[in-house]
């Protein structure tokens, strides 16, 4: 059955199949717990693919990029953290170890930047919490989608170091920024670990970057600015189901010229991972019957999902056990998700052959 399946998959796809067009909501944000792997490549050549072209049911093929870097971003619940009292409305912080970390506020319309963590640029951890928020989604995000986002950082900290022989005592920064984006475009992306189904959103961000540095530089302690900076630039991402991140980032000039380009590393091997594991599956891979069995806690229900974002099961989690019949589902990737209250504690993924 299987084998038949597949066979009209293939001739489907050389035919011309139609690629599912999704929408990417907040229940696609990643729990607690969840580390998301990044590789990037920091174009030290310009890649041949033609990232600016897009259009609908859009087969994306750009190759596999060049890893210069990996980062792992974990999604960490802000409370109990210090960043809890500075930004009383976050509900999620995305960190970066020992590099840096975003301070999010996420709901059912939106996922905002609070604040930006920055613990390499300075000797000690600086916090800057944002005077307007940057948007950086709004949910139900899909095909056509449009929105805007006007965004302040204007931040003051004690600085008491040297650059070079000039004692600094304090430094300002402040961001302006202007965002525009469009999802303009949807279909199928082949990232290195498979293809997904995805839509397509471009961003259109204009930036002034200042800075002052406080100092005596003859005339008595004062503020002295720097030429701020003009920064025009495109960010292309294709989005995903279940990754929160988008699964594959452009970011370029104004010119089209390509910056750098990130990845989610770990999207084919399993999109989710949580630091506990309340329940476990077995046996996985399957070709029949899968076992679902609680490790500790309790759910309410278990939804499993396609790679598509499409839901092929359901069910009341009543007892400690259940098993589910996957004899006659396609080969591939799903997503099994635990609920208690309505809220998805934990995911795991499951492989069916």
Known sequence: MKKFTLFISVTLLSMGISYAQIVITQADMPDYGVVVSHGEDTMQTQPAY???????????????????????FHFIDPSGTPYEAIFPTTNMVISIPGQSAYVLESN???????????????????????????????????????????????????YDDFFGTLYVDSIRLRFDAETS?????????????????????LKQANRIESFWFYADLGLGSMWNPVEPDTI????????????GLPLF????????????????????????????????????PSSDFVTIETI???????????????MVYSSVFADKTEVVDVRNWPSGIYVLRWMTNNRRIAETKLIVQ
């Open 50 to 72: 033609d990232y600016f072209q897009t259009g609908t049911n859009f087969n994306w093929t750009p190759g596999v990029p060049t890893e210069h870097n990996t980062h792992d």
């Open 108 to 158: 059912a319309g939106y996922l905002l930047m609070l604040g930006i963590v920055d613990s390499v640029t300075f000797s000690s951890v600086i916090v800057m919490p944002f005077i307007v928020p940057d948007t950086i989604m709004v949910f139900p995000l899909t095909y056509l989608t449009n929105y805007t986002s006007s965004s302040l950082l204007d931040e003051t900290f004690f």
């Open 181 to 201: 984006s469009t999802v303009d475009g949807w279909g199928s992306f082949v990232h290195p670990e498979g293809s997904f189904d995805v839509i397509r959103e």
């Open 232 to 243: 025009n630039e495109i960010e292309i991402a294709y989005h995903a189901k279940f990754i």
């Open 249 to 284: 980032t452009v970011r370029a000039q104004e010119d089209s010229t390509i910056l750098s380009i990130q990845w989610v590393k770990n999207a084919g091997a399993g999109l989710f991972s949580t630091n506990t594991p309340l329940f476990s599956v077995f046996p996985n």
């Open 296 to 310: 500790q806690g309790n759910a309410e229900r278990i939804e499993i999902f396609n790679i598509n974002g499409s």
